[in-house]
């Protein structure tokens, strides 16, 4: 890594320190790192830090080239409109499309984008239980968790939530929670409903399940259906204006190609960048190839 990306990095984490109310908490949301390194790299004390831990550090502030790089199509503009109103009115709302759809590019571009106002993304996983849920909204908050019981870190969270402006959580899979985690979704609503806004992004196997669980009297289904509405709110997919641009965006150019994966894709934006990634394999092996001819 040269100078000039680590200067880079510099100024973008200076910045991201700048979105947080201290500079302990901006390190406390940063995983794999110590306040110390943060203070070094944004002081110019390089000489210890490895490639490794500036490349760490980016990836966690924002600095992913994918997220500079996208379509503003009818379903990314769809998702800014529900994440905008559910920040600014404290509203619940849940999300519902096809694997491809965007979801996540756009909830982690929309929380990157939001410098300086509490925005929250988590994409949510199957391993995790009711403390590790807190701990990685407490990590995401700047929050230090350590030590913490359940109990201690939804009072602190519940506590900081409560006085900061606009609050958003977003979040994304929240299909692969467990049934103790997602129906710590109700406690959450009775406690900041009206004062933070959150975002359920998801496959349609949210609504399946909670449908399911509904029709099986299944404890606290119906709760946690009426706390998001009685309603998923589906994305419709990208129509063939916004294919062609986002292979333009990709390089891929010629109708004969664009119609091919249009006819391909399934609406899996995903696919698209596979697309790319092949044609610049391919474009490298051939590139190789006449290097040793």
């Known amino acids: 890594m040269n100078i000039t990306e ?4 510099q100024k973008a984490l200076i910045a991201f320190i700048g979105r947080y109310e201290s500079q302990a ?11 110390a390194t943060i203070i070094n790299m944004k002081s110019g004390k390089w000489d210890n830090i490895s490639d490794g ?3 760490t550090v980016a990836k966690q502030i ?12 009818m379903d990314f503009n769809t998702l800014i409109l529900y994440f905008d109103l559910a920040r600014e009115e404290g509203a619940t709302f849940a999300i519902t499309a096809p694997a491809g759809y965007g979801k996540t590019f756009t909830g982690k571009w929309y929380a990157d984008s939001m ?15 009711k403390k590790y849920f807190l701990v990685e909204l407490g990590k995401a908050m700047g929050i230090n968790y350590r030590g913490m019981s359940v109990y201690d870190l939804m009072e602190n969270i519940i506590s900081e939530l409560r006085t900061q402006d606009q609050p958003l959580i977003i979040l994304d899979e929240i299909d692969k929670l467990k049934d103790e985690v997602l129906l710590f979704f109700i406690t959450f609503y009775n406690e900041l409903n009206g004062l933070c806004g959150i975002v359920w992004t998801s496959t349609d196997a949210i609504k399946r399940r909670i449908e399911k669980g509904i029709r099986l009297n299944k404890m606290g289904y119906e709760e946690v259906y009426r706390r998001i509405g009685r309603r998923f709110i589906p994305l419709s997919g990208t129509n063939q204006q916004e294919v062609e641009e986002l292979c333009e965006m990709y390089g891929i150019n010629g109708a004969e190609e664009i119609n091919r994966i249009r006819n391909e894709y399934q609406g899996d934006i995903s696919r698209i960048d596979r697309e790319h990634l092949k ?10 190839r006449s290097k040793r001819a």
Do not use: H
């Open 53 to 55: 831990k500036w490349r």
């Open 6 to 9: 680590k200067q880079d990095i």
């Open 25 to 35: 908490k901006a390190c406390a949301s940063l995983r794999d790192v110590s306040e």
């Open 115 to 129: 410098k300086g106002k509490p925005v929250y993304y988590l994409q949510c996983a199957s391993y995790w239980n």
């Open 62 to 73: 924002g600095m992913d080239n994918q997220l500079s790089r996208f379509v503003e199509t």
């Open 279 to 288: 044609k610049k394999a391919i474009g490298k092996f051939e590139s190789t």
